[in-house]
């Protein structure tokens, strides 16, 4: 079984609160082909991390979702992060952009976020039985309320065919998920952390212990990140540490 | 196998005059061994290993309790649980931070005397920003909620206590 783009079913939908969410009921209610894809230009209620909201103008950027049965186990999701950001960061690279991983799954370029991940799985036994990849990446929108977000537009100061865009963001993707069948990837790993925001680069972070300046020297299997700190390797889960601007 | 098959075997060994008897079928082993000089039973039962990664591990409370028969030495039966035997435990199948909410304005997936189905979503564990749901293996009534919203949770940490009856 591969992860072919070709035989995908593709669903276009006008108006929808969350592509994520209409994926979840459809993974309910019926049994979507593996690489079911969910595209909307508008999407009223776009979900980020538990209560984010997620703005994006209707018809300016790519609002996604893509239901994969991985056929991984569930020790091994953050594959699933990993291969779905670095999808991106391939993506934006073919239009001259350099994006960057912010760990452990937003994308920026320099300082300002282009895209966010959100996945959701569901589980069975050992294995994880279906998996929701959606995404959001501005792409012609120019005008945001965070003043850290920013779009591919606001990078090239290009306007780009949308429907393009999604059709090679899609292609990309697609290429990716074929990792998933590989066992042993090390390119999986090397590739996420060669793409890593602030790899081997001194800057302030803030732990239990308070602020200190550290470098990120790598994420292990299970998705922590490894920082230096005071010459000795930390690893640190999500909650532990934060980035101080 | 159950209790009752339990006694009924060791009653069955006692009877019968032999010394020992071992019975292992796929996931459990018991061996009985009788002296009939002080007429104390000695019955050891082990469950298979937990296998590592079962998720949601499902297991049905160890409440090997020892017959009256041989209330002197059941030394390697697992303690009684607490809780009523036929309580069923969910465990976590991964380490990560618990949700009962789909999202933080939402009400619990579950609460403390609600029926749920096989295959209910009682609750999310999030590991690095991923989100998983976490789908009850088996029907019955909700007895315990035994974690708190937004905490960290460990691999096989008990989260829910569910009575299947």
């Known amino acids: ?245 | 196998m159950d209790i009752k098959d339990i006694q009924n075997l060791i009653k069955f060994v006692s009877k019968s005059g032999v010394n020992e008897v071992s019975l292992e079928k796929e996931d459990f082993k018991i061996t009985i061994k009788t002296d009939h000089s002080s007429g104390a039973e000695q019955i050891v039962v082990q469950q298979a290993a937990p296998v590592v990664h079962a998720a949601p591990v499902v297991q049905q409370p160890a409440a090997v309790a020892a017959p009256p028969a041989a209330q002197e030495a059941a030394p390697a039966a697992q303690p009684a649980a607490e809780e009523n035997s036929n309580h069923i435990t969910i465990k976590s199948p991964m380490i990560g931070t618990f949700y009962r909410r789909p999202a933080p304005d939402k009400d619990p997936f579950i609460n403390v005397g609600d029926s749920v189905a096989q295959g209910d979503v009682i609750c999310i564990i999030e590991a690095m920003k991923l989100f998983n749901e976490i789908e009850a293996e088996v029907s019955g009534k909700v007895v315990k909620v035994l974690v708190e919203e937004n905490t960290p949770v460990e691999y096989d940490q008990p989260l829910f206590i569910i009575d299947p009856s």
């Open chain 1, 1 to 245: 079984m591969s992860f072919e783009l070709s035989t995908s079913q593709i669903i276009w939908l006008d108006a929808i609160d969350s592509t994520n969410n209409f994926a979840a009921n459809l993974l309910k209610t019926t049994k979507p082909t593996n690489g079911t894809v969910i595209l909307t230009k508008c999407q009223e209620k776009g979900r980020g991390q538990r209560g984010n909201v997620w703005e994006s103008e209707s018809g300016k950027n790519i609002i996604c979702s893509i239901i994969l049965y991985p056929g991984i186990k569930i020790k091994d999701q953050f594959k699933l992060t990993q291969l779905f950001s670095i999808a991106v960061i391939k993506f934006l690279e073919a239009y001259g952009i350099e994006g960057k991983i912010k760990w452990p799954n937003d994308v920026y370029v320099k300082d300002e976020k282009i895209a966010g991940i959100l996945i959701e799985n569901s589980l069975q036994g050992s294995l994880i039985k279906s998996s929701i990849l959606g995404i959001g990446l501005n792409v012609n929108q120019v005008k945001f309320a965070s003043s850290v977000a920013t779009s591919m537009r606001n990078v090239t100061e290009r306007k780009f065919d949308l429907e393009e865009l999604i059709n090679n963001f899609l292609n990309v993707s697609f290429q990716e998920f074929n990792r998933l069948l590989m066992n042993n990837d090390p390119n999986l790993k090397n590739t996420y952390l060669e793409n890593l925001y602030g790899l081997n680069q001194p800057r302030k972070f803030m732990d239990k212990e308070g602020e200190f300046e550290g470098v990120i020297k790598g994420v292990d299997a299970f998705g922590l990140l490894i920082v230096e700190k005071n010459g000795k390797q930390v690893q640190y889960d999500l909650k532990e540490i934060t980035f101080v601007r």
